[in-house]
Nanobody, 122 residues
Framework: QVQLVESGGGLVQAGGSLRLSCAAS????????MGWFRQAPGKEREFVAY????????GYGDSVKGRFTISRDNAKYTVDLQMNNLKPEDTAVYYC???????????????WGQGTQVTVSS
């Protein structure tokens, strides 16, 4: 399994932006499709975005479409999530994940980071 470490979370006002980054332990990160998921207190883990192994395909959850952008740099072993126009309902712990194929289902991702907290104040 590849090890993943997220960074970039924090506290931001509604309407603001944050950029999350996920660093992978393997130089062979290009073997993996990558995804971002989030989980708010008392709620199930929710799909946010995915990106295919070389970035040719991306997908977004309906609640973030048009506001969030996922990208990857295989040469730097990183996957980023640019989050704009943040809303209080975006408050959650955000997790980076790696899997064999891109998917909206958490069950299809076998490696997970420890998560980073994003809090959006109104």
């Amino acid at each position: 399994q590849v090890q993943l470490v997220e960074s970039g979370g924090g506290l931001v006002q509604a309407g603001g932006s944050l950029r999350l980054s996920c660093a992978a332990s393997e130089r062979t990160i290009s073997r993996y499709a990558m995804g971002w998921f989030r989980q708010a207190p008392g709620k199930e883990r929710e799909f946010v975005a995915y990106i295919s192994r070389y970035g040719g395909s991306t997908g977004y959850g309906d609640s973030v479409k048009g506001r969030f952008t996922i990208s990857r740099d295989n040469a730097k072993y990183t996957v980023d999530l640019q989050m704009n126009n943040l809303k209080p309902e975006d408050t959650a712990v955000y997790y980076c994940a790696a899997g064999a194929t891109f998917s909206t289902s958490a069950a299809d991702f076998g490696s997970w980071g420890q998560g980073t907290q994003v809090t959006v104040s109104s």
